[in-house]
């Protein structure tokens, strides 16, 4: 247990364990996700839980990646085995991911065993990290039969690009077809990210256990969700698509586009504008709904919106974007101009 590889993989892995953690669990995008979060082994897996070592052997120049994607496939695996734990509980295996220079695809999963293209590896080094977490999480899954294959692929796209990439919702692919969560991967990852957001919190934890115990069958995502997966399919692209709300007391809106800026609302009925230029332009506030505020500057002729996201510009055939920004959630202060 406490082998010599034991102890000098928590040494070496620290350093690159701490960077790679904090980039990503600062750009989650629900509070339940960083409880869930919460949840998970810290750091390196405890003895007597499975490891995951990367064969390199036969590609000697990705060495250097395998050591950092060994260490990153440690810090995740016990956490995979965490978010998808089940009663009663399944050890996790040691695993060997072997960079293998004649395999033809991108990587697979059998058993307890990993084959990855190293020419993947080489060509496309950051997705073949997310690669790792994908085809770990088949291990863990074991499901005794693939029977539902678009929650086994939409579950392990989940983690990956929803948890370990922590992708937005908006990233994912949401095809206009029918029962287009049938695609899995993805696409069906994206739908569970939200699922698990919304409408079905635990709902990933549930699924696993069905699948795992050979029980999902035709009925068990409705006894889960209490609704057809086509109807949640339809409000969850309702809600990506739908605009995002603006908060009500909104004062402030920051942008970073033509060297940045600041919209700062002065009192009810006026705006003040300052731009890295130092100038300082004054609009009247003429609507405000839940989604946008509109803004006129009459010696211009100039009409803007602030949205959730952006800055519009009114032209002859309608709105348009002017620049990407953001409403400034930061407490107000005295803006004196740059
Ligand atoms: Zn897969």
């Known amino acids: 247990m406490g082998s010599p590889k034991t102890s000098s993989l928590a040494n070496k892995c620290v350093g690159l364990i701490s960077k790679w953690g904090s980039a990503k669990v600062r750009s989650l995008r629900f509070i339940h996700l960083l409880a869930v979060l919460l949840t998970f082994v810290p750091l390196a897996a405890a003895d007597g839980r499975g490891r995951v070592s990367i064969d390199s052997s036969r590609t000697q120049e990705h060495r250097a990646w395998a050591e950092s994607a060994e260490c990153m496939a440690n810090e995740w695996y016990p956490r995979l085995g965490n978010l998808l734990s089940s009663s009663p509980r399944v050890e996790l295996p040691d695993v060997v991911i072997e960079l293998s220079p004649d395999y033809d695809g991108v990587a697979a999963a059998s058993g307890r065993r990993i084959t990855l293209s190293s020419k993947w590896v080489r060509d496309h080094p950051e997705d073949a990290r997310g690669v790792v977490v994908h085809e770990l999480v088949h291990v863990v899954q074991a499901y005794p039969e693939n029977r539902e294959g678009w929650v086994t692929e939409g579950i392990a796209d989940f983690i990956r690009y929803g948890l370990f990439e922590a992708w937005p919702l908006e990233r994912f692919p949401r095809p206009a077809k029918p029962h287009p ?3 899995g991967y993805q696409t069906a990852g994206g739908f569970l990210l939200w699922l698990e957001g919304d409408a079905s ?6 699924l696993n256990t069905a699948l795992r115990g050979d029980a999902y069958g035709p009925g068990t995502f409705r006894e889960i969700t209490g609704r057809s997966a086509d109807d949640l399919w339809a409000a969850y692209v309702a809600a990506v698509d739908a605009p995002q709300q603006l908060p ?3 004062t402030r809106f920051r942008y970073g586009a033509n060297g940045g800026g600041l919209f700062e609302r002065k ?5 003040a504008e300052m731009n890295q230029g130092g100038e300082i332009w004054r609009f009247k506030e003429v609507a405000r709904t839940t989604t946008y505020i509109e803004l006129l ?6 009409r803007l919106r602030l949205t959730a996201s952006e800055v519009q510009l009114s032209r002859r055939e309608g709105w348009s974007t002017l620049y990407a920004a953001g409403w400034d959630p930061k407490p107000r202060r005295q803006v004196t101009g740059p």
């Not at 009192?267 to 705006?271: C, L, Q």
């Open 297 to 302: 500057d009459e010696s211009r002729g100039l």
């Open 181 to 183: 969560y049938t695609d």
């Open 201 to 206: 919190p635990g709902i990933v934890r549930r």
């Open 248 to 250: 009500a007391e909104t």
């Open 267 to 271: 009192d009810a009925g006026a705006w």
